[in-house]
């Protein structure tokens, strides 16, 4: 296997708190991670758990307490590193009194492009995230999504080998999303490596090759999405509608919720196919049936609980 | 493709540039463009002789006073803003150095400042044509007070900046202000230590004296309006010292601000 896109070695954070600074907070601890080069990985920790910490590492905008970090080969330090990558901060806020395309026009300069490889390139990269009507409004006129998308635009303007997306999805509409996403698989597909965070679970199981999860500014595992929740049903889901007249299986109906004419239920794996069995007895017509996972908000209360438990040992064990 | 070194703050500067006249800074000039009309006409009407004088000590005085307002309060804000506002992370992660982002920040206010101080001279230049009806050899010192002005904006704008990259605005302007002031009186405080009897204090105005910029220099308005001849030693000199004072103080900033983490 040759050189990791990014290596990630023992990268701690601390931040001073209080007038006097004395005391610390640790924002990031001890976090160890390669990311191999053409791979989609995520980012994943609820607010707080040090992800945007993180980013703005790997981006120099912030020092490492201890530990260090290469991408491609090249230390964070090598400014001129900074060619081959592409980054998307959170909540994006770019210089309001320019126009979208005024504002990729300037950051297309630092790449020493010229000027009509620097016209052709913003207008590809504006039509590619759908701001081509809007190229030259002021961004200050613009919405949070269209910002988001500018965003992009720039992240990627120079045909960066790895990308860094901090929370791409934010303050995007449905359609937005999922242009984005294409963005993702393209980029992937172009052989690009891709980190971005996020905190929405569908967003990295439907792209991710692999994802890191991070609570407490700790990492808490990495491996396929699959390997952290999804694998784990809890049950199953079945959605309704009953044959008019025919009344429910009666261990279903105790347990069966109505919306309208649809009922829902939810039954463990194991007793799936009795309970599909009495369905179709009564003549039942089965509208979906899926598998219930646990998002990625039980996922993180799982592993808060688990910390918490583990505290409230090492007290018990102190005493 | 990869840009020299030296136009990455070039590029940065016509940003800040852009962003300056955006912002409509120079909307000033139409308050010094009436400031110098009402006052070559009422200058015109109690003439005793003085026209000259009193419009070129307005004229550069105005001139001075907006140009500091300028750089003192746009100066305090150029790094800051870029922070608080997060422009600074999508910048920063391109191939730009925290150095090369602080002297194209700088060079885009100087450039700023440069453009309006220009143009106020052009407004005073004409204010002196309607009230001397021509222009005289001497009126040339009107243009080393000018230069010396830019000099001083210069030096105070490196000030704002330095500030800027780790503190609030507020207490930048306080920092700044203050050490102009103390800057302007330079040479008085020099003069005090001297007629004093204490050597401590002797030692501090010393110290205060080369270590702080000496404004005093710089102000040629006087001279100017009694077409007194500037030397052209002292042009050489103020222009060195400026050139060394910038220089030390930006590198300053850019060391405390490549350490810096943003939040």
Partial sequence: ?319 | MSTARFAIPGVVAVNAFREAIRDRILYNLIFFALMMFGAAILVGQISIGIERLVIVNLGLSAISIIGLIMAIFIGVGLVYKEIEKRTLYSLLAKPVRRWEFLVGKYSGLLLTLAVNTALMTLGLAAALFYVSRHFERSDVSILVAVYFILLELALVTALALFFSCFSSPMLSTLFTLGIYITGVFAQDIREFGQVTKNPALLGLTRVLYYLLPNFHNFNGIAAAAYSDKIPAALIAQNALYALLYVTVILLGASVVFSRRNLK
């Fill in chain 1, 1 to 319: 296997m040759g050189t990791p896109a990014i290596d990630i070695q023992g990268l701690t954070k601390d931040f001073p708190l209080g007038f006097w600074r004395q005391r610390q907070r640790r924002s990031l601890d001890n976090l160890t991670l390669q990311v191999e080069e053409g791979e989609v990985f995520g980012f994943l920790g609820p607010n707080g758990a040090g992800k945007t910490t993180t980013l703005k590492l790997l981006m120099g905008l912030i020092f490492p307490t201890a530990g260090t970090a290469r991408i491609r080969g090249r230390s964070i330090d090598d400014v001129d590193m900074h060619r081959e990558i592409g980054f998307l901060p959170e909540q994006p806020y770019f210089y309001d009194y320019l126009t979208a395309r005024e504002l990729l026009d300037y950051y297309a300069r630092f790449f020493g492009f010229g000027a009509a490889e620097r016209s052709e390139r913003v207008k590809r990269f504006l039509e590619r995230v759908g701001l081509a009507a809007a190229a030259d409004v002021q961004l200050r006129k613009f919405s949070k999504g269209m910002l988001q998308r500018v965003g992009i635009a720039q992240a990627i303007l120079h045909d960066p080998q790895v990308v860094f997306l901090d929370e791409p999805m934010s303050g995007l509409d449905p359609v937005g999303r999922r242009e984005v996403r294409d963005i993702i698989l393209a980029l992937k597909q172009q052989g690009r490596t891709v980190f971005f965070s996020t905190h929405i679970l569908t967003d990295a199981e439907m792209l991710c090759d692999r994802v890191a999860v991070l609570l407490g500014g700790k990492l808490q595992g990495v491996g396929s999405p699959g390997d952290i929740v999804s694998l784990k049903v809890q049950g199953m889901e079945i959605l309704f509608e009953a044959r008019d007249g025919r009344p429910l299986p009666q261990n279903l109906a105790e347990r069966a919720t109505r919306t309208g004419a649809r009922y829902r239920i939810e039954v463990p794996e194991a007793e799936l196919y009795g309970a599909l069995e009495l369905l179709r007895a009564s003549e039942a017509r089965i509208l979906s049936v899926q598998p219930l996972r646990p998002t990625l908000e039980d996922y993180f209360f799982g592993l808060v609980d688990r910390e918490k438990a583990a505290a409230h040992a090492v007290e018990v064990d102190a005493r």
